[in-house]
């Protein structure tokens, strides 16, 4: 535990201390409050149009009209920067030789693996916290559902989580960050429109596509509802793909 | 304190070490010598607990490498070939890093920095970043991070390589100053080293264990030799000559008005020479010993092959 917490204070003080976590969490700001001060923008021409209409009036919802929206924007921003995120996390190591340090160590690859992830998703809970502030403004201003901002928030992080161990492991892929940070991406758009592919499946393949897919299991989150299936999903993409990061990293003995 | 038992690490189809064996003993500095891509650094990165050994055993200070790795890597420090840096850290930063995940305690970390700062002669850069320091002070921070943690055993892959002549010689005379209560292996192509540095030597080439033993033992059983080199100011010709007919001389050579008189290993004939060549009235003027030829002998172990 000890050792997991060494590794991971030295990450994150790297991520903060060069450059990467302030141009990620600046620019991921930046994207989220322009798509929040459209949709606000939105939802408050609607709101004066529905107004004039006492039944439309009744329907209208500031968490189903803005955090829905916003929350799948978010998700396609964190596919976008988090495995730029991610891509430095084994490959600089491999790269600069540093990796022999760590592996000479007194300290289990399963260590090294924890203390990198958990640098990672601190630095993923910072961005959400940060854009977490701007639901001040809807509080003030309205009266949103908070228990269903807290699922969506919840549902990106779990999400976020998932995309970093993906991340983690095409990171201890390769020496180059360039081709962990393609490789991510690409894996994890796959994953996200595997879905797309169940509307042409039939039997078991379309429960399995649809089930492994992540935006699938993402949709529920951002109205709010947060379903055990889809907890148990994230984990269990995230726990996976910690298992082959690590099965990666000991297989430097068979080669 | 080091023991290796018919080692081998296959690379897919590559050889890169086979049946190598070999022990150090405590106290000592042991070099690993061979020519590039002898299989320095895999045994090396063997013996540390990064590679495994595809067929062998090796143990440090009476732990197995493979059976307990945690054992072995708390107990030796390592500077591999390319020194593991961090460059966005400073010095401090870095080597605080360093003595956590070797586990020095909390409470002696502090201790642990100053200790291996004012050992390794850190001190005025303590506070910079290291992609910001010299290549001469990067190399000191790589043989402080190694002993960070006073480690019984210290491994260090060519700990002098690429640096200018006064930095080669501090970095070995602080290698020197460990002796005894480290057990230093150190690599290297350069004959020199072992030469200055060792206490003995394993030679290795294409993965192959070629000789190992002290520097004495070796010279000895490899057929070394020792000699004089004399001046004199008259009778050069007669006196090679004369020379050669000495029983127990191998071969006499001349150069420039010195003759070297060269013999078997262990057969002082410095005695015969002296007296011979002031019998003869040839004007003795000067008169000293050769230095054991180890090039010489690492040239000819190197290329003999292991029928050797």
Redesign the interface.
């Known amino acids: 535990m000890r050792?997991i917490g060494?590794?991971a204070r030295?990450e994150v003080?790297?991520y903060f201390?060069?450059p990467i976590a302030y141009v990620v969490i600046c620019v991921f700001l930046v994207l989220v409050g322009f798509f929040f001060y459209s949709a606000i923008w939105w939802f408050n021409s609607q709101a004066i149009q529905m107004a004039q209409n006492p039944y439309y009036y009744q329907q209208i919802n500031i968490n189903q009209m803005v955090y829905a929206p916003l929350f799948h924007n978010m998700s396609i921003i964190l596919l976008l920067m988090l495995p730029l995120l991610t891509m430095r996390l084994f490959a600089e190591e491999k790269k600069?030789?540093?990796?022999?340090?760590?592996?000479?160590?007194?300290?289990?690859v399963v260590q090294v693996i924890l203390g990198k992830y958990l640098a990672a998703l601190v630095v993923l809970a910072a961005m959400l916290g940060l854009a977490g502030l701007l639901s001040v403004f809807t509080f003030l201003w309205g009266n949103p559902e908070l228990v269903q901002i807290l699922n969506g928030y919840l549902g990106l992080f779990l999400m976020g989580a998932s995309f970093i161990a993906a991340g983690l492991f095409f990171s201890s892929l390769t020496k180059n960050q360039i081709v962990a940070a393609i490789l991510t991406f690409g894996a994890l758009l796959l994953f996200w429109i595997l879905n797309w592919a169940s509307y042409s499946a039939t039997g078991i393949w379309k429960d399995v596509l649809n089930y492994l897919s992540i935006f699938q299991h993402f949709d529920g989150m951002t109205s709010g509802i947060l379903d055990t299936t889809d907890v148990v999903y994230y984990l269990s993409f995230s726990f996976f793909a910690l298992f082959l990061t690590h099965s990666v990293i000991q297989s430097?003995?068979w080669? | 304190m080091i023991e290796v038992e018919h080692l081998a690490k296959k690379?897919?189809e590559l050889m890169a070490v086979r049946d190598l064996s070999f022990t150090v003993e405590k106290g000592k500095i042991w070099g690993l010598l061979g020519p590039n891509a002898a299989g320095k650094t895999t045994t090396m990165?063997i013996l540390?607990?990064?590679?495994?050994a595809t067929e062998g055993r090796a143990s440090v200070a009476g732990f197995d490498v493979f059976e307990k790795p945690?054992e072995v890597?708390?107990i030796?420090g390592?500077l591999?070939?390319?020194?593991?840096?961090?460059?966005?850290?400073t010095v401090s930063?870095y080597l605080t890093?360093?003595a956590?995940?070797?586990?020095v305690p909390r409470s002696k970390r502090k201790e642990a920095l100053g200790q291996a700062i004012e050992v390794s002669g850190l001190a005025s850069v303590k506070n910079r970043l290291i992609e910001n320091i010299s290549r001469g002070f990067k190399q000191r921070v790589g043989i402080a991070?190694a002993l960070i943690h006073d480690p019984q055993i210290l491994i260090l892959d060519e700990p002098t390589i690429g640096l200018d002549p006064a930095q080669i010689k501090e970095i070995r005379d602080l290698i020197k100053s460990l002796r005894g209560e480290h057990t230093i292996m150190l690599s290297t192509h350069i004959l020199a080293e072992v030469t200055q540095t060792c206490d003995g030597v394993v030679i290795i080439n294409e993965g192959r264990l070629m000789a190992s033993g002290s520097l004495e033992e070796l010279t000895t059983s490899f057929g070394g030799k020792e000699g004089i080199i004399i001046k004199l100011r008259t009778g050069h010709d007669e006196a090679v000559s004369s020379f050669q007919a000495i029983p127990g001389v191998s071969r006499v050579s001349r150069q420039d008005g010195e003759l070297t008189v060269e013999w078997v290993w262990g057969k002082d004939l410095r005695e015969t020479v002296s007296r011979l060549a002031v019998e003869r009235g040839w004007g003795l003027l000067e008169m000293r010993p050769v230095a054991i030829n180890i090039e010489d002998l690492y040239l000819r172990i190197v290329s003999g092959g292991a029928g050797q």
């Open positions: 050792n060494i590794i030295k003080k790297t201390t060069s600069t030789g540093t990796d022999e340090l760590l592996f000479t160590s007194p300290v289990h430097r003995r080669r | 690379y897919g990165r540390t607990g990064f590679l495994p945690n890597k708390k030796t390592y591999p070939e390319v020194i593991p840096l961090y460059t966005e850290m930063e890093f360093v956590a995940i070797k586990q991070q």
